[in-house]
């Protein structure tokens, strides 16, 4: 590896004897970062390190004029070229949304990372934890379970709001909501108020099988709340520290704007 390298911020990118890209990376200090490859331990920390100058035949860099352009560019770079030793930012397109419909006294829920099979949908998201999200998702499905009625799936496919393709697309509809929860829902999904949240947990109070179950429901609530906090209001947060007014935010805009968000 070069020995007279830079000091300044920049994005680098390692090769393999084919001359694939096998890895991208970005560094405050080109020269210091490059130096900790040359000196990887044999221990965990330094494993994937380890790996990567074991299979690189050479790398390259590029000189940036500041850490925040070279995160931007190296989250740029692995989304074009999703490069094998690259994962965080390489699958942007498998960020969820969730989607809702009203019609009259119904309510429909989407989970998808396709929102362009759903047009009947109003998305929100675009999210970047699939597990906090889903988890979000399912709890809040599991508790409207309890103050509404589930429209059948068979309903839901008469009605073309289920696509031909549905996996890891989840779509769930009920009847008799009130009208009350319905108008804070899109609010609380968008990061406004979190208002959709605590009148839900009065109207849980008045249902028998929540009460009885009330750890629970508690559980769910709590998986909720942890949805909010970690990427329904992050991504308000961004969204209001860039100025960025489209919405829902494209997937592979939603690293770029918390990367802006954080140079602010």
């Given at each position: 590896?070069?020995?007279?390298?830079?000091?300044?911020?920049?994005?680098?990118?390692?090769?393999?004897?084919?001359?694939?890209?096998?890895?991208?990376?970005?560094?405050?200090?080109?020269?210091?970062?490059?130096?900790?490859?040359?000196?990887?331990?044999?221990?965990?920390?330094?494993?994937?390190?380890?790996?990567i100058?074991?299979?690189?035949?050479?790398?390259?860099?590029?000189?940036?004029?500041?850490?925040?352009?070279?995160?931007?560019?190296?989250?740029?770079?692995?989304?074009?070229?999703?490069?094998?030793?690259?994962?965080?930012?390489?699958?942007?397109?498998?960020?969820?949304?969730?989607?809702?419909?009203?019609?009259?006294?119904?309510?429909?829920?989407?989970?998808?990372?396709?929102?362009?099979?759903?047009?009947?949908?109003?998305?929100?998201?675009?999210?970047?934890?699939?597990y906090?999200?889903?988890?979000?998702?399912?709890?809040?499905?599991?508790?409207?379970?309890?103050?509404?009625?589930?429209?059948?799936?068979?309903?839901?496919?008469?009605?073309?709001?289920?696509?031909?393709?549905?996996?890891?697309?989840?779509?769930?509809?009920?009847?008799?909501?009130?009208?009350?929860?319905?108008?804070?829902?899109?609010?609380?999904?968008?990061?406004d108020?979190?208002?959709?949240?605590?009148?839900?947990?009065?109207?849980?109070?008045?249902?028998?099988?929540?009460?009885?179950n009330?750890?629970?429901?508690?559980?769910?609530?709590?998986?909720?709340?942890?949805?909010?906090?970690?990427?329904?209001?992050?991504?308000?947060?961004?969204?209001?520290?860039?100025?960025?007014?489209?919405y829902p935010?494209?997937?592979?805009?939603?690293?770029?704007?918390?990367?802006?968000?954080?140079?602010?």
């Open positions: 590896m070069h020995l007279e390298l830079p000091t300044e911020p920049g994005v680098y990118r390692f090769f393999n004897e084919s001359g694939s890209m096998i890895y991208i990376g970005k560094a405050k200090n080109l020269r210091r970062r490059i130096s900790q490859y040359r000196n990887a331990k044999r221990c965990k920390a330094h494993h994937k390190m380890r790996k100058v074991s299979e690189a035949t050479h790398f390259e860099f590029e000189i940036c004029a500041s850490e925040t352009q070279a995160l931007t560019l190296e989250t740029q770079l692995i989304q074009q070229h999703r490069p094998k030793w690259n994962v965080a930012g390489a699958f942007f397109f498998l960020y969820p949304l969730i989607g809702i419909r009203f019609e009259a006294d119904d309510v429909y829920f989407c989970y998808t990372t396709q929102p362009e099979l759903f047009p009947a949908f109003q998305f929100h998201g675009a999210f970047r934890s699939r906090r999200t889903r988890e979000g998702f399912f709890s809040l499905i599991e508790l409207v379970r309890l103050i509404g009625h589930s429209i059948p799936r068979n309903h839901l496919q008469k009605k073309g709001l289920l696509p031909a393709l549905m996996k890891h697309q989840y779509v769930y509809g009920f009847r008799q909501i009130p009208k009350e929860w319905k108008l804070k829902l899109e609010a609380f999904l968008k990061g108020s979190f208002e959709a949240i605590e009148a839900l947990s009065l109207l849980l109070l008045e249902n028998a099988s929540a009460t009885k009330a750890k629970d429901t508690q559980d769910l609530l709590r998986a909720i709340r942890r949805f909010w906090r970690h990427e329904i209001l992050s991504l308000k947060n961004a969204r209001d520290r860039t100025h960025h007014s489209s935010v494209l997937q592979k805009e939603r690293d770029l704007i918390f990367i802006q968000a954080k140079a602010v």
